[in-house]
T-cell receptor, first 117, second 110 residues
Framework: EPEVTQTPSHQVTQMGQEVILRCVPI?????FYWYRQILGQKVEFLVS????????KSEIFDDQFSVERPDGSNFTLKIRSTKLEDSAMYFC???????????????FGAGSRLTVL | EDQVTQSPEALRLQEGESSSLNCSYT??????LFWYRQDPGKGPEFLFT???AGEEKEKERLKATLTKKESFLHITAPKPEDSATYLC???????????FGAGTTVTVRA
């Protein structure tokens, strides 16, 4: 079964450092998402990306965050200057073409755990 | 703003003891209501999508139902391997992103 692949599975970084989380979407999926889950809290939407641009972002997704699809396959989330409160699991999710029944299901990756010290 | 509230927060069951989880929601036009399963340290795993009131879906010991204001996930004769956090999420008609509830953590003891 097709799956969304995320790397790294776990990253430890110092406060103020830049971090890049990577996602390989399911082939031919067109919509890409990043979600965040702080330990013990709910899964929160960060940003959606379609047609090589951000289609929506949440209040959490401030200027320190950015996303891009640098090579047509990987989808990345960059945190420019990490803070302690950025410690969380970050999930990438992808969606096919939308529209028809069954085609609007988001498939999630296993996540990247970010620990900021 | 879309809102999803799940109850209870946690549920401890004996193997074979059936129960139900609740998800109440408000959304500006529902495209679909989703149930996902999440194991510790893993990503959400898709279970069901429900699109309209009255719809029901089943998968093994799980059955999901939908009304205009809430959804229920019924677990019939659960086994220890059903232990997980069950997440409810809504998708609005104007969007494909999901808005999640906080989840119900189910523990099934043998």
């Amino acid at each position: 079964e097709p799956e969304v692949t995320q790397t790294p599975s776990h990253q430890v970084t110092q406060m103020g450092q830049e971090v890049i989380l990577r996602c390989v979407p399911i082939s031919n999926h067109l919509y890409f998402y990043w979600y965040r889950q702080i330990l013990g809290q709910k899964v929160e939407f960060l940003v959606s990306f379609y047609n090589n641009e951000i289609s929506e972002k949440s209040e959490i997704f401030d200027d320190q965050f950015s996303v891009e699809r640098p090579d047509g396959s990987n989808f990345t989330l960059k945190i420019r200057s990490t803070k302690l409160e950025d410690s969380a699991m970050y999930f990438c999710a992808t969606l096919g073409t939308g529209g028809a029944s069954g085609a609007n299901v988001l498939t999630f990756g296993a996540g990247s755990r970010l620990t900021v010290l | 703003e879309d809102q999803v509230t799940q109850s209870p927060e946690a549920l401890r069951l004996q193997e074979g003891e059936s129960s139900s989880l609740n998800c109440s929601y408000t959304v500006s036009g529902l495209r679909g209501l989703f149930w996902y399963r999440q194991d510790p340290g893993k990503g959400p795993e898709f279970l069901f999508t429900l699109y309209s009131a009255g719809e029901e879906k089943e998968k093994e010991r799980l059955k999901a139902t939908l009304t205009k204001k809430e959804s229920f996930l019924h677990i019939t004769a659960p086994k220890p391997e059903d232990s997980a956090t069950y997440l409810c999420a809504v998708q609005a008609v104007n969007d494909y992103k999901l808005s999640f509830g906080a989840g119900t953590t189910v523990t099934v003891r043998a």
